[in-house]
């Protein structure tokens, strides 16, 4: 296994994932998927459908929801 994939799955706190609904590298797209699927955590897929690979345009959105993710995992534990 590679060393990416070995560090996902060893996570033992929440994992949050983002991703643009518009990202053009297809192979970014399969690794995250991959990555996300081999996480044994607790994880959360989030889709922003009109972001593109850098998510112009949508930090401010970013920023919230990544607020919001953070509040809810305090509020848990």
Request: glycine content about 8%; aromatic content about 10%.
């Amino acid at each position: 296994l590679n060393p990416t994939r070995r560090a996902v799955e060893a996570l033992e706190v929440p994992l949050l994932a983002v991703e643009g609904g518009r990202e053009q590298y297809e192979f970014i797209r399969r690794s995250r998927y991959g990555l996300f699927r081999a996480a044994r955590c607790p994880k959360t897929l989030v889709l922003l459908g009109h972001a593109d690979h850098k998510f112009k345009g949508c930090y401010e959105e970013l920023s919230s929801l990544l607020a919001k993710w953070l509040e809810e995992l305090s509020e848990c534990g």
